[in-house]
């Protein structure tokens, strides 16, 4: 039976269906979220996904070390839109920028997070999709635009240009590594966009590495 130096916390309510490992290499517990979901934590967890024209925007109160991280494909839902994804926010309504951020914030608020405490750092929206070559912009002035008008600044961001990036956030210190994907090999990335972006419709490469 394999024995980690850290004990695995327990996942705060409504987020135990998030895949959630131990990375041995940062020595911490983690947890990887998939476009539409959300994660929140306040047991000092590292947060990843990995972005193409997604956005992820990793905000944290500073005081407390609790912090959470988004990821979603396009701005806001269609009024008229009524598909369904499952049961629970994490794989409906927050595939959308709007449900995203506030079911992000709400979360937060509702573990004791106060808004004047609040940190905000943005990453993703890269032009990898040839053929909607605008998703990655609508997504970055979205997240920008809502954040202006909840009163939060950015703090940090790495968005746009045509790369997909792998982000880890680390929500108790506020640090984010990214890692840019500016090979051939982000095709993956690509595929599953482009597969993910038809269902809302219908129903290793190290270089580039920045600290913020």
Known sequence: MEHHPLKQPSPEKGFEHVNRYFDPKLNVWAAKILPGEFYV??????????????????????????????????????EHSTAQWGSDANTSETRYGNWAMEYLLNTLYKLGCS????????????????????????????????????????????????????????PDTGSVKVRRITTTKNETIIQREKGYLESIRQHKDDSNIELF
């Open 115 to 170: 808004k004047r405490n609040l940190e905000v750092k943005l990453f993703g929206g890269g032009q990898v999709l040839a053929s909607m070559t605008d998703v990655g912009q609508r997504n970055i002035l979205f997240a920008y635009d809502f954040l202006r008008k909840e009163g939060l600044n950015v703090k940090a961001a790495d968005v746009g240009d045509v790369f997909s990036r792998k982000v880890l956030f680390f």
């Open 41 to 78: 934590t306040s047991h000092g967890e590292m947060i990843g996904t990995v972005l193409g024209s997604c956005i992820s925007a990793c905000v944290r109160d500073v005081k407390l070390g609790i912090g959470g991280m988004n990821h979603f494909m396009l701005p806001i839902q269609n």
